[in-house]
């Protein structure tokens, strides 16, 4: 049984940083590629960031280039995603997933599986 457990989330001011975690299991995690998506009140679910399988190849929305940064351990099956220079546009739900093929990993419709996410507000 996939399991996809989000945590980090909480209320901070804006130009601050948290660090979300992304722990699964029930997969071969080395075999998968990450990724983190997030979905704002009212709109629809967005791409955010990927990592590849052996941590190498990296993408991330222009949105958030330059800001957020993707990573993994192997080890402990989970993913990371460091937030700095937070915006109150940076306000959502944020979930990871996990993706066979790299050519899917930023459309949402190739995903069947949702944990239930981790809140991030953003507001002084």
């Known amino acids: 049984q996939v399991q996809l457990v989000e945590s980090g989330g909480e209320l901070v001011q804006p130009g601050g940083s948290l660090r979300l975690s992304c722990t699964t299991s029930?997969?071969?995690?080395?075999?998968?590629?990450m990724t983190w998506f997030r979905q704002a009140p009212g709109k629809e679910r967005e791409f955010v960031a990927a990592?590849?399988?052996?941590?190498?190849?990296?993408r991330h929305a222009a949105s958030v280039r330059g800001r957020f940064t993707i990573s993994r351990d192997n080890s402990k099956n989970t993913i990371y995603l460091e937030m700095t220079s937070l915006k109150p546009e940076d306000t959502a739900r944020y979930y990871c997933?996990?993706?066979?093929?790299?050519?899917?990993?930023?459309?949402?419709?190739?995903?069947?599986?949702w944990g239930h996410g981790t809140q991030v507000t953003v507001s002084s």
């Open positions: 029930g997969f071969t995690f080395k075999d998968y590629h």
């Open positions: 990592v590849g399988n052996f941590g190498i190849s990296v």
């Open positions: 997933n996990a993706a066979m093929r790299w050519s899917d990993i930023a459309t949402v419709q190739s995903y069947e599986y």
